[in-house]
């Protein structure tokens, strides 16, 4: 199983929407597998693994967004 971080564009009701991060999860043939339930933030155990990090954040803004479902 592979991931990358990806925008993911929630409606939680019809007059509100917002864009988070969310880790992407894909099987090993490449097919969508998920995302995690709440949008991640970016870690590192120095500032350049906190670079490297908000740096692949940065790239999902290049991916199209995925609309979350809703399941509240």
Do not use: C, F
Not at 2 to 31: C, F, M
Not at 36 to 54: F, H, M, N, V
Not at 60 to 69: F, G, H, K, N, W
């Amino acid at each position: 199983m592979t991931w990358n971080y990806r925008v993911l564009k929630h409606t939680p009701q019809p007059d509100i929407t917002y864009y988070a991060v969310h880790e992407y999860y894909y099987t090993d043939d490449g097919s969508d597998n998920g995302y995690t339930e709440k949008p991640t933030w970016a870690t590192g155990e120095t500032i350049e693994e906190l670079r490297a990090d908000l740096t692949r954040m940065l790239q999902a803004l290049d991916r199209p967004v995925i609309t979350a479902s809703e399941n509240s």
